[in-house]
């Protein structure tokens, strides 16, 4: 007599972990920082993801090429995606709040955007300063290479009203889904400036429809 079939696996592969999540001491001493929005006015961390899951983007500096490119694929996401799963899509930065509007306008992101300008909220919840060594990282969203990428950078800051590097430059970031409340869906944690977590895996997690960022048209199969 023939043995049974085996089970089907049905185990997912996975993303590498990512960092441990923050204790809740942590979340909750985070959660009382203030954030600032473009025209100066504060409001607690918390405040993001009180009443919504929220989707929260910590970037290492406006002026990094790397962020740039990031976040201008962030500003592909459909604000209907978001509305329909009803989730925020929030991107922090660590400059002053005068430079929200350029950075905005620059990477034609139009969804929510605040400033950490003392970083408190970075570095309550552990996100390093200086690169790791993990030379095999490299974002889905960034296209230019590290020498033209940093020469754009470089030019932006002398092109700029004042020069100036629009954040600690050794500062990681990170990526968050929040909320409702101190619920802790996901944290990543940027090991270096290329080591993002692709955007659509970000989404799916938070229940968020897909995008197409190849700017190839979509084969559907009937």
Not at 6 to 13: D, F, G, K, L, N
Not at 115 to 128: A, C, N
Request: hydrophobic share 35%; with cysteine.
């Amino acid at each position: 007599m023939s043995s049974p079939p085996a089970p089907p696996v049905t185990e997912q592969v996975r993303r590498a972990p990512a960092a441990p999540r923050p204790e809740a001491a942590e979340l909750r001493e985070a959660s009382r920082c203030l954030v600032a929005d473009s025209e100066g006015r504060r409001v607690p961390f918390a405040a993001l993801y009180r009443q919504q899951k929220a989707i929260v983007v910590f970037v290492r500096s406006f002026l990094c090429y790397t962020c740039k490119e990031y976040v201008e694929d962030l500003a592909k996401v459909p604000r209907s995606y978001l509305q329909e799963a009803n989730v925020r899509l929030i991107v922090i930065g660590q400059s002053s709040y005068h430079h929200i509007k350029p950075f905005c306008s620059l990477t034609g992101y139009t969804h929510e955007m605040y400033v950490d300008p003392q970083r408190e909220i970075y570095k309550t919840l552990g996100m390093k300063r200086g690169e790791g060594n993990n030379a095999s990282v490299q974002s889905p969203h960034v296209k230019s290479s590290v020498l033209l990428g940093s020469i754009k950078s470089m030019w932006r800051a002398m092109t700029g009203p004042a020069f100036d590097f629009q954040g600690d430059p050794a500062q990681q970031g990170g990526t968050l889904i929040l909320g409702p409340g101190n619920e802790v869906h996901f944290l990543h944690l940027d090991k270096n400036r290329m080591d993002h977590v692709p955007i659509n895996t970000v989404l799916q997690l938070a229940g968020v429809k897909t995008v197409n960022f190849t700017n190839k048209p979509q084969i559907i199969d009937i």
